[in-house]
């Protein structure tokens, strides 16, 4: 990190926080702004989220923004006694007044004996724990409305005590715990989604609207409160044989796992935190989401792509058939020229054939064009074989990945350039092709240059494979194409074109 001397344990740690930053800061009805002391003195803000359910307070990101200094009287509370710390007064950032808490950010100092250590397990309600927390080395801020009314309501109240209890948790080390669900994962609920607050019992002490509705469909009529919630979720699924074997502990609170359960047609998403005070389990959360909708559309793009890929594997099985039809006609027919024109036919659609076959082995419709490019290299041999060509390819840079769309023009493009010069070039003598690829963030240029006899009177033919190649540089690719006399006496080729579309149908696709 550019401004601070975090180390490498501490940057790892962040990373596992902040994916549950929007959690945080839908809990406390409030903006959770995450700051790390800077080398000169300072703290800078690297992760902020504004609340779901609620208003914020900063109407722009204050990622990258020092602290203010009349906030750190606070700050520096929280980190000295690591303990919460609030403002005694409003605090303003611009034209809002907001109250203002700091947690410190700790995390587990295995050189630390702390609390001590402990072999019993979370089934007996005691967690066990190597060393204790280190020096504080972050600090958490929350800035909530003074006047927000969901304070007084019993969600409100609920969801407060909860963020209460996981800000007490980062102040120790504690959350989230080593080997956690990421809070970014597809589908991962959110305290609006549905919450459940659970004691040591298992019994439920509070359910949210959405948890009560979201169970009711699963055909739960019942209130939950007061109701032991893994009896609830183990009535609910008894009988199926595919029950995540975590799904008992999961429900109790006990561990930190997510587990789906898939019942009437419906998927909920369970995710588990275990709230844990001085070493103890005092109970835990489970927050709750009905993924049906997300799993339905999971289940359409693995069946989207399986069918892809097997029209890409189709398409490639047909169009080698009638490669190979065309090299049997090839071979029978009588006239040179008709061999020619046949074999070039072949030639043709193998090409394309390959980018197909590359396609029907992936998921997404890019190509790694070099790997398409060796294969290419394949099919010039075999004209070189033909022609009693003794020929050396030598391929230098990358091509990189390309979208199928353009993949196929640019292999048409270099099968005929490449096969022109084994096939005419180099045709009955030893030489070399030498193939570079430029690519850079907007162009993507090629040259192919052999040692053969040049062109013929020193330009270029106006011939079918002429013709073909400028449609697919010029037409395809929006690209441009030039041939030359190379100093050496051979043949050079150059093409260039943009790659702003590639970028720009990436970022769309992402």
Same mark, same amino acid.
């Given at each position: 990190?550019?401004?601070?001397?975090?180390?490498?344990?501490?940057?790892?740690?962040?990373?596992?926080?902040?994916?549950?930053?929007?959690?945080?800061?839908?809990?406390?009805?409030?903006?959770?702004?995450?700051?790390?002391?800077?080398?000169?003195?300072?703290?800078?803000?690297?992760?902020?989220?504004?609340?779901?359910?609620?208003?914020?307070?900063?109407?722009?990101?204050?990622?990258?923004?020092?602290?203010?200094?009349?906030?750190?009287?606070?700050?520096?509370?929280?980190?000295?006694?690591?303990?919460?710390?609030?403002?005694?007064?409003?605090?303003?950032?611009?034209?809002?007044?907001?109250?203002?808490?700091?947690?410190?950010?700790?995390?587990?100092?295995?050189?630390?004996?702390?609390?001590?250590?402990?072999?019993?397990?979370?089934?007996?309600?005691?967690?066990?724990?190597?060393?204790?927390?280190?020096?504080?080395?972050?600090?958490?801020?929350?800035?909530?409305?003074?006047?927000?009314?969901?304070?007084?309501?019993?969600?409100?109240?609920?969801?407060?005590?909860?963020?209460?209890?996981?800000?007490?948790?980062?102040?120790?080390?504690?959350?989230?715990?080593?080997?956690?669900?990421?809070?970014?994962?597809?589908?991962?609920?959110?305290?609006?989604?549905?919450?459940?607050?659970?004691?040591?019992?298992?019994?439920?002490?509070?359910?949210?609207?959405?948890?009560?509705?979201?169970?009711?469909?699963?055909?739960?009529?019942?209130?939950?409160?007061?109701?032991?919630?893994?009896?609830?979720?183990?009535?609910?699924?008894?009988?199926?044989?595919?029950?995540?074997?975590?799904?008992?502990?999961? *429900?109790?609170?006990?561990?930190?796992?997510?587990?789906?359960?898939?019942?009437?047609?419906?998927?909920?998403?369970?995710?588990?935190?275990?709230?844990?005070?001085?070493?103890?389990?005092?109970?835990?959360?489970?927050?709750?989401?009905?993924?049906?909708?997300?799993?339905?559309?999971?289940?359409?793009?693995?069946?989207?792509?399986?069918?892809?890929?097997?029209?890409?594997?189709?398409?490639?099985?047909?169009?080698?058939?009638?490669?190979?039809?065309?090299?049997?006609?090839?071979?029978?027919?009588?006239?040179?020229?008709?061999?020619?024109?046949?074999?070039?036919?072949?030639?043709?659609?193998?090409?394309?054939?390959?980018?197909?076959?590359?396609?029907?082995?992936?998921?997404?419709?890019?190509?790694?064009?070099?790997?398409?490019?060796?294969?290419?290299?394949?099919?010039? *041999?075999?004209?070189?074989?033909?022609?009693?060509?003794?020929?050396?390819?030598?391929?230098?840079?990358?091509?990189?990945?390309?979208?199928?769309?353009?993949?196929?023009?640019?292999?048409?493009?270099?099968?005929?350039?490449?096969?022109?010069?084994?096939?005419?070039?180099?045709?009955?003598?030893?030489?070399?092709?030498?193939?570079?690829?430029?690519?850079?963030?907007?162009?993507?240029?090629?040259?192919?240059?052999?040692?053969?006899?040049?062109?013929?009177?020193?330009?270029?033919?106006?011939?079918?494979?002429?013709?073909?190649?400028?449609?697919?540089?010029?037409?395809?690719?929006?690209?441009?194409?030039?041939?030359?006399?190379?100093?050496?006496?051979?043949?050079?080729?150059?093409?260039?074109?943009?790659?702003?579309?590639?970028?720009?149908?990436?970022?769309?696709?992402?």
């Amino acid at each position: 990190m550019k401004y601070s001397e975090l180390s490498e344990e501490q940057l790892d740690w962040i990373d596992l926080l902040t994916p549950d930053w929007p959690l945080l800061a839908d809990l406390a009805l409030g903006d959770v702004v995450l700051w790390v002391p800077t080398t000169d003195g300072n703290y800078v803000a690297v992760a902020h989220s504004r609340p779901a359910g609620s208003i914020t307070l900063f109407y722009r990101d204050i990622i990258g923004d020092y602290m203010r200094g009349d906030w750190r009287e606070v700050v520096d509370e929280a980190m000295q006694t690591r303990a919460p710390a609030s403002s005694r007064a409003p605090v303003w950032y611009e034209e809002n007044a907001m109250k203002l808490t700091a947690y410190s950010v700790s995390l587990r100092d295995e050189g630390l004996s702390g609390q001590g250590e402990t072999a019993r397990n979370t089934d007996t309600g005691v967690i066990s724990t190597i060393g204790g927390p280190s020096e504080p080395f972050a600090v958490l801020t929350v800035h909530t409305s003074p006047s927000d009314p969901q304070y007084s309501t019993r969600i409100g109240q609920a969801f407060r005590e909860v963020a209460d209890d996981l800000f007490a948790m980062i102040q120790q080390g504690l959350f989230p715990s080593p080997g956690t669900t990421r809070g970014r994962e597809r589908g991962a609920p959110r305290a609006s989604d549905g919450l459940v607050r659970i004691n040591t019992d298992g019994a439920v002490t509070f359910a949210s609207p959405n948890t009560q509705s979201t169970f009711t469909l699963l055909g739960y009529r019942d209130e939950l409160e007061g109701e032991n919630f893994a009896e609830v979720v183990g009535e609910l699924v008894k009988g199926q044989l595919d029950t995540n074997e975590s799904l008992p502990l999961i *429900a109790q609170g006990r561990v930190a796992k997510r587990a789906d359960i898939e019942l009437a047609g419906r998927v909920v998403t369970l995710r588990s935190i275990p709230v844990i005070r001085d070493e103890l389990r005092i109970g835990g959360i489970v927050l709750t989401r009905d993924v049906t909708g997300l799993r339905q559309q999971e289940q359409e793009l693995i069946t989207k792509d399986a069918t892809i890929r097997e029209i890409h594997h189709r398409v490639k099985n047909n169009l080698q058939t009638v490669a190979s039809l065309l090299r049997v006609q090839a071979r029978r027919a009588r006239s040179e020229e008709a061999k020619e024109v046949l074999g070039q036919a072949m030639r043709r659609v193998a090409a394309i054939a390959v980018v197909h076959d590359t396609l029907s082995t992936g998921l997404s419709q890019i190509v790694d064009f070099d790997v398409v490019f060796d294969r290419v290299l394949g099919l010039a *041999a075999e004209v070189a074989s033909l022609h009693g060509t003794t020929v050396h390819p030598h391929k230098t840079g990358r091509f990189g990945e390309l979208p199928s769309e353009y993949a196929t023009p640019l292999a048409l493009a270099l099968t005929e350039i490449v096969t022109n010069a084994v096939e005419h070039g180099l045709a009955g003598r030893e030489g070399e092709v030498h193939i570079t690829a430029d690519r850079s963030e907007l162009v993507l240029a090629v040259e192919v240059v052999d040692t053969g006899t040049g062109l013929p009177g020193g330009t270029v033919g106006d011939g079918l494979g002429t013709q073909i190649v400028r449609t697919l540089v010029e037409g395809e690719l929006g690209g441009s194409i030039s041939w030359g006399l190379d100093r050496a006496g051979g043949t050079r080729v150059s093409i260039e074109f943009p790659l702003r579309w590639i970028r720009a149908e990436s970022q769309r696709r992402a």
